[in-house]
Each structure stands twice: as C-alpha cells, then as structure tokens.
C-alpha cells in the first residue's frame, strides 16, 4: 500500500478513517453494553514522527463512543499530563483496509487543531515514511497484508 499527501505548513497529513474495533461493534450491536453504535469518523491525520505512540483528538473519542482502557501520563508540549488508552481501528487512505490489529491510542484532553490523530511511530514503524521537500510529497509505504 502507497500512500502521498502534500507536505503543507503544519506537515504531511493522510486520509485517516478511525471506527470501532470488530469486538466493539459487536458487543454494541448485541446490547452486551449501553452505548451506541457509531460510524466511523473520517478526517486528517498528521504524521508526528517525535511520537512514540498515535494520538486521536478528545472529540473524535468522544463520537465514536470510546471507553478507556486505563489512563496513563503522557508529555505534550503542554508538560505532562494524564491521557486515555483506547483501542480503535485505523485505517489510513481511502478505500484501503484496516490495519490487521486494532491500535491503542491516547485520547488527549486538549483538541487537536484541524486534526483528527497525529500518527506516531507505532504505526509508522510498519512502513516507510519518504520526506521530499522540494515536491513538498510525503509517501508512506506499507508492506502487502500477509507479508
């Protein structure tokens, strides 16, 4: 899977699709829990090569009806503070699948600006992350599904 935007003046932002897990979806439709069922939610996720780990934005959490799993401290450029651990399905460009596992993700307590997730290097660590200035066109190459 090869994937380009335009490196723009906050960065190089990808289609992003975040959605329940497959367990989620399923306990939801079954009534096993009382929350709704919800869509998935679309936007831009910005490539943050300095983080360790994905990030979505509090109100993207908060649309799909996200619970946490634990809460953990995490460094921002605000200083330290306390973030939720979700687990929720990402994909990234449209029309592509899913990622094989769900990916846990902090939800921030601050918006993220124009943003729905900064993508962090546990998910960048999969693929190839290609910067070209001069044609402002960032690439991100992913391995075929079962390689």
Known sequence: MVLTAHIGRNGACFNVELALTAYEAHRRQAGLVQLPLTFPKRGDGLVDAGSEV???????????????????????????????????????????????????????????????????????????????????KATLRFPAAGN
């Open 54 to 136: 994905s990030v979505i934005s509090d109100e993207a959490a908060e649309a799909l009806g996200l619970e946490a799993i634990r809460t953990v401290p995490v460094v921002t450029v605000h200083g330290e503070e306390p973030a939720e651990v979700c687990v929720v399905q990402v994909t990234l460009g449209p029309g592509q699948r899913p990622r094989p596992r769900p990916v846990e993700v902090h939800a921030v307590r601050r918006p993220l600006r124009a943003v729905h997730m900064l993508i962090g290097r546990d998910i960048l660590r999969h693929g190839q992350l290609t910067w070209d200035g001069p044609s402002s």
